[in-house]
């Protein structure tokens, strides 16, 4: 250790409680800097691979960013629905390798309820292309079976065989019960950290089965029982909206205008990554906004240790004095200075490090149980280590002004006394 480091060091550790203060306050800065990076990087990635492997999602005419958030993440609802005939004949088309419809509108205790086919669990895809899996039970194969998300089974208690009552309507309570004819769990999927735990499964044939002879989102007076619609091979008039993958991407563009410029009903039709990425551009501001907030945090702190160091210069003017009385030239006392300056902001970004790693190993689980967002565990990228040589350049910087007024004492200044 170079001499002028050590009296540093030296020189800190005879003022250890005011620089603990500091270091541990630099710490803290520092982990809840490198814990809303980790976050907000994370959770992009999370948000990007929502859906993965589908080229297009179809769905009414409306806005792209519109139809994303119902078919995707089952958030607001549809203008409207696409006939099961129009669906049929996309789904026909020579370039379509396969297609999954979508109907929504029901929910369950504040679930949304989504009807599609066994295809969807064969085929789905997300954070590229991991398809789903079943933590126990398996797909629908009766008209009134049901797959729910890991959520759903851990915040209800849900186990494979529970009964399901579908609420009518999208909203959050509903007095309208489809308590006639329930559902029953046949699987669970495991979690995966997208709206697909926040959801109920089922076939297209039980929702049409619940809302048969219902006008106007009210029951018939005559109700069909389940076993009557069971034997009534029921196909649906209109969904929702569909998924679509093409044997070849390069046919993406193509498809899509010929659906958009569809003549039978107006459709709509996106690519999920572009539809993704503007949704991303909306949510921008909340994310500098994370940002702007922690590098106020890291500012603050730092001009706390700056008034740390500068309220302890009076009291040590008879050292610098001292220093300067026995052979210590000016230069050395602004170096000393500058590196205790230094040493305070190191020791605080190791003690931040740490405590950012410490947290996050105990406080994965729980993230990814509770939000489904599960946080990478790994080496600080390049983008965390600039901002980390970011703050200790700051903090250095900050440690110039008070080694520069260390400079300037004289040392008649240093041994005067005042009165």
């Known amino acids: 250790m170079p001499p002028l480091v050590f009296l540093s060091w030296k020189s800190l550790l005879n003022r250890r409680?005011?620089?603990?203060?500091?270091?541990?306050?630099?710490?803290?800065?520092?982990?809840?800097?490198?814990?809303?990076e980790r976050v907000r990087t994370d959770a992009r990635q999370s948000f990007t691979n929502t859906i993965s492997g589908t080229d297009l999602i179809v769905g009414a005419r409306s806005g792209a960013i519109q139809l994303l958030l119902y078919s995707v993440f089952h958030i607001g609802n549809a203008t409207n629905n696409i006939s099961w005939e129009s669906y049929r004949d996309i789904a026909g088309q020579p370039l379509v390798e396969w297609a999954v419809p979508i109907s929504l509108?029901?929910?369950?205790?504040?679930?949304?309820?989504?009807?599609?086919?066994a295809d969807y669990f064969r085929h789905f895809r997300y954070a590229r292309?991991?398809?789903?899996?079943?933590?126990?039970?398996?797909?629908?194969?009766?008209?009134?079976?049901?797959?729910?998300?890991?959520?759903?089974?851990?915040?209800?208690?849900?186990?494979?065989?529970?009964?399901?009552?579908?609420?009518?309507?999208?909203?959050?309570?509903?007095?309208?019960?489809?308590?006639d004819k329930p559902f029953t769990v046949s699987g669970i999927l495991k979690r995966t950290g997208t709206p697909v735990d926040r959801t109920v499964h089922v076939s297209l044939e039980g929702i049409e089965a619940i809302h048969l002879g219902w006008e106007q989102g009210m029951p018939p007076p005559d109700q069909v029982s389940a076993q009557e619609a069971r034997d009534m091979g029921l196909t649906?008039?209109?969904?929702?909206?569909?998924?679509?993958?093409?044997?070849?991407?390069?046919?993406v563009f193509k498809l899509q205008r010929a659906i958009n410029d569809y003549k039978a009903e107006p459709l709509l039709a996106i690519i999920p990554g572009?539809?993704?990425?503007?949704l991303w551009d909306l949510m921008g501001?909340?994310?500098?906004?994370?940002?702007?907030?922690?590098?106020?945090?890291?500012?603050?702190?730092?001009?706390?240790?700056?008034?740390?160091?500068?309220s302890s210069l009076n009291e040590r003017r008879r050292e610098m004095a001292i220093l300067r009385s026995v052979g210590a030239r000016p230069a050395h006392v602004f170096g000393l200075l500058a590196s205790e300056a230094a040493l305070l902001a190191a020791s605080g970004l190791v003690l931040g490090v740490a405590l950012f790693y410490l947290l996050l190993f105990?406080?994965?689980?729980?993230?990814?149980?509770?939000?489904?967002?599960?946080?990478?565990?790994?080496?600080?990228?390049?983008?965390?280590?600039?901002?980390?040589?970011?703050?200790?350049?700051?903090?250095v910087l900050m440690g110039l002004l008070p080694a520069y007024r260390a400079y300037r004492y004289s040392l008649s200044d240093g041994l005067s006394m005042r009165i």
């Not at 409680?17 to 490198?34: D, G, P, R």
Request: proline share 2%; hydrophobic share 55%.
């Open 236 to 251: 649906p008039n209109e969904i929702t909206a569909f998924l679509l993958a093409l044997k070849s991407r390069i046919t």
């Open 285 to 310: 501001v909340a994310e500098r906004a994370l940002l702007i907030i922690s590098a106020f945090v890291i500012a603050i702190v730092l001009v706390g240790m700056l008034a740390m160091i500068l």
């Open 274 to 278: 572009v539809a993704l990425q503007q």
């Open 105 to 117: 509108g029901d929910t369950h205790r504040g679930y949304r309820v989504m009807g599609t086919t």
């Open 17 to 36: 409680f005011t620089a603990l203060l500091t270091v541990c306050a630099i710490a803290l800065s520092i982990a809840l800097l490198l814990a809303v």
């Open 362 to 395: 105990a406080g994965q689980p729980f993230i990814e149980d509770r939000f489904g967002l599960s946080i990478s565990i790994t080496m600080p990228s390049s983008r965390e280590l600039s901002m980390l040589a970011g703050v200790f350049v700051g903090g």
């Open 129 to 179: 292309e991991r398809s789903l899996e079943f933590a126990s039970g398996e797909a629908f194969g009766d008209v009134f079976e049901a797959v729910i998300g890991g959520e759903v089974a851990r915040a209800l208690g849900y186990e494979i065989g529970d009964p399901i009552v579908v609420a009518h309507g999208a909203g959050e309570v509903s007095f309208v019960m489809h308590d």
